[in-house]
Structures are given as structure tokens and as C-alpha cells.
């Protein structure tokens, strides 16, 4: 049981816009700004697509973006292409000093 | 760019202990700024934090609850890497496990690629 709640699906067609939740606790999504996302194909190591709730490292298309309201943090993509098919998992940073994540999503690009 | 290779065996027995090691190019064990930690993913579990190590003028470590009285991080500055010790493993504990470095902030930037650790007998 993961201590972040993420859909377990989502989908979309190509050009289309979809939004993945992360849904938490006041104990970390909510008190702090420290969500990050990753994205991760099978056999790969996860790749960091967003930190700090919003922000994208150097390199990430400026497709994905990040938001936060309260408990809940978001995940979209925006023109969605085949090679954003993979699964995606949020994390947050904790009251306790600790990590937690989510169940992570899998998109699939229809 | 900072790199993690991990290594370690795959298959450990029951009752026994699981050992991984993450070496570290482009960045150093013993950077002011940086934490080093163990993550695993398992179908039951999901995503775990199992612990960091890291120094500020000395080294520091902190685990999960869950893992906090069988595992051991540790620092190897010689070689440039940390390791996972877990003690008396079960067949729950079997996972990937992933090695993974915060930088500078709350996320963890760079990702060992992932090692497979299967608890049978």
C-alpha cells in the first residue's frame, strides 16, 4: 500500500492533453512544495520530469507540467506523443524527514 | 552528469543478509551538499525509502521505521560508493532495489539502474 494515491491508468491519444494525481497527506503533500514526478519505462532507471511541485529540469519538454492544491499534486502532460508512454510515480518529501511515493500511474498513448 | 552503478546479487537466501553497492562518477560520497539513498519496488510494497547516508563535517545516516532495526548505509570513500546491508531477510523483501542521490533540494536527481533481488531458498 503506497503512502501517495495515484490512479493506477490513464490514457490518451495522441495531441491530447492528460493529468495524472498524486494525492497525499498534510504530513507531505500538503505542507511542503517538495513533490517531484519521474517517469520510468521498464528496464530504465527513473528520470526526474518535475521537482518543487512545478519546476522541470533542463532537457524536459516543456509538455509537462506540475501543480499542487492542498493535499494534491498534478502531473500533465500536454500533447501527449507515443514516447510518453511509461509508467510515472510522484514522491513528496515528509514531515519525519523521509521520503514517500506513489503507486504510480501508467499512461497509455492509444 | 552524475552516474550510479549499482551491483550485487540477485538471488539471497532467507534469513540471510542482501548486499548492493552504488559507485558514484561524477559527484562524491563526501559532498557537502549531496545524500545518497537506497529506494525499492516491489508489487506489494510499491516504492519504499529505505534510508540515506551523507556528510556535513561528519557522516549521518537515517532509515525507515520499517527497515530501521536490519539494514546498515554506509559510505565508502576509497572507492567512491555506498552500500545496502539488509539483515535477515524474508521473502518480502524481495524487490528492485535502486540507489538514488538527492542533490541539491527534496528530489532525487540521478538513479542507479535498478538491480532485482529475489529472497528464495
Known amino acids: 500500500q503506497s503512502a501517495l494515491t495515484q490512479p493506477a491508468s490513464v490514457s490518451g491519444s495522441p495531441g491530447q492533453s492528460i493529468t495524472i494525481s498524486c494525492t497525499g497527506t498534510s504530513s507531505d503533500v500538503g505542507v511542503y ?4 514526478w519521474y517517469q520510468e519505462h521498464p528496464g530504465k532507471a527513473p528520470r526526474l520530469m518535475i521537482y518543487d511541485v512545478s519546476n522541470r529540469p533542463s532537457g524536459i519538454s516543456n509538455r509537462f507540467s506540475g501543480s499542487k492544491s492542498g493535499n494534491t499534486a498534478s502531473l500533465t502532460i500536454s500533447g501527449v506523443q507515443a514516447e510518453d508512454e511509461a509508467d510515472y510515480f510522484c514522491s513528496s518529501y515528509t514531515r ?3 521520503w514517500v511515493f506513489g503507486g504510480g500511474t501508467k499512461l497509455t498513448v492509444l | 552528469q552524475v ?3 549499482q551491483s550485487g546479487p540477485g538471488l539471497v ?3 540471510q543478509t542482501l548486499s548492493l553497492t552504488c559507485a558514484i562518477s561524477g559527484d562524491s560520497v563526501s559532498s557537502n551538499s549531496a545524500v545518497w539513498n537506497w529506494i525499492r519496488q516491489s508489487p506489494s510494497r510499491g516504492l519504499e525509502w529505505l534510508g540515506r547516508t551523507y556528510y556535513r563535517s561528519k557522516w549521518y545516516n537515517d532509515y525507515a521505521v520499517s527497515v530501521k532495526s536490519r539494514i546498515i548505509i554506509n559510505p565508502d570513500t576509497s572507492k567512491n560508493q555506498f552500500s545496502l546491508q539488509l539483515n535477515s ?9 535502486y540507489c538514488a542521490r538527492v542533490g541539491i533540494g527534496y528530489y532525487f536527481d540521478s538513479w542507479g539502474q535498478g538491480t532485482l533481488v529475489t529472497v528464495s531458498s
Open chain 1, 33 to 36: 512544495k517538495y513533490v517531484s
Open chain 1, 96 to 98: 519525519s524527514s523521509t
Open chain 2, 3 to 5: 552516474q550510479l552503478q
Open chain 2, 13 to 15: 537466501k532467507p534469513s
Open chain 2, 89 to 97: 531477510v524474508t521473502p518480502e523483501d524481495t524487490a528492485v532495489y
